[in-house]
């Protein structure tokens, strides 16, 4: 399918399908780390990715069976509504910041009633246009804030995070900038209209680089959990160690005790044999005396 294709749609497929390997790859790397660990911010990722995979194989699948192409979009906003839940546990916001944490609970919600309406009334514009507010404005700037926040608090994770976002952060800001007002009827400027027409390259390069970034540092956060599972794992150890020592020096401590105490008793029954069989002599010598 591809090599019938012009120069413009064989680069764009063979870049979107190296990213699909890439993207693939990345999911399995922190399904790993999720079966490793068990923490929800590795497999919301995973699976945030996946259906990043699923949206360009669909797009692919979708120039063969046009009846595909309805739902375009439809999985890039699940993707989201993971990607939400991954920002959640990445900043735990339900611990530090639970007001937000809520905001962002119903934004997710919000997303989620968009995947419905994509789904069921795939023709409907009202549903494509809530869809593309949320995508390009609301879910970017609620991220951005997100950030905000974490950075007044100087935690590690949001220097890194925004290093990783703000490419495709801007791009989706300034792609958005460009659809409406092409929308409003407006000319576009050059630049916006250069990012519309290279869209998916830029689109692309800028996921690539946010994931290979985040599976970074997911990996050396992994890496860092790891070795405190496993220094807990010692000290378990080291402290039913310690606890056998503990009873074994308390078992020989008794066993002394009683050993004293079995000492005494013999030395007190010793004693008092003694006197018995003085006691004895005395009666028996009383009674020869007596006769």
């Known amino acids: 399918f591809v090599d019938e294709q012009d120069d413009v749609v064989q680069k764009f497929y063979k870049l979107a399908y190296f990213a699909l390997g890439f993207y693939f790859l990345a999911t399995f790397f922190n399904l790993f780390f999720f079966w490793t660990v068990r923490e929800r911010t590795y497999i919301y990722f995973a699976l945030f990715l996946l259906f990043l995979c699923v949206e360009i194989f669909t797009q692919g699948v979708g120039r063969v069976y046009p009846e595909l192409i309805k739902y375009n979009g439809v999985f890039i906003i699940i993707a989201l ?40 009334f795939p023709g409907n514009e ?49 792609f958005g900038l460009s659809v409406v007002i092409a929308q409003l009827g ?30 970074w540092v997911l990996f050396k956060r992994y890496d860092q959990q790891r070795k405190e599972i496993a220094q807990q794992q010692l000290d378990k150890e080291r402290l039913a160690k310690e606890k056998e020592i503990e009873r074994s020096n308390l078992i020989e401590q008794q066993k002394i005790e009683l050993e004293k105490t079995v000492d005494e008793r013999t030395a007190e029954l010793k004693q008092s044999l003694h ?16 006769s």
């Open 126 to 174: 009202f549903a494509g246009n809530v869809s593309l507010i949320t995508v390009f404005f609301i879910s970017q700037v609620t991220v951005l804030v997100t950030f905000v926040l974490f950075i007044r608090k100087r935690k590690q994770p949001a220097k890194f995070f925004m290093i990783a976002i703000l490419p495709n952060l801007l791009f989706q800001l300034l």
């Open 186 to 215: 407006v000319e576009v400027p050059y630049f916006l209209g250069w990012i519309q027409q290279n869209s998916n390259a830029i689109s692309i390069t800028t996921t690539c680089w946010m994931i290979l970034l985040f599976t």
């Open 275 to 290: 006197e018995l069989r003085a006691t004895q002599s005395q009666l028996i010598q009383s009674e020869k005396m007596a």
């Open 81 to 120: 509504f993971f990607y939400f839940h991954f920002v959640r546990h990445y900043f735990n916001t339900f611990q530090y910041t639970s007001r937000w944490d809520k905001f962002l609970l119903g934004i997710s919600g919000l997303i989620f009633i968009n995947v419905i309406g994509r789904v069921f």
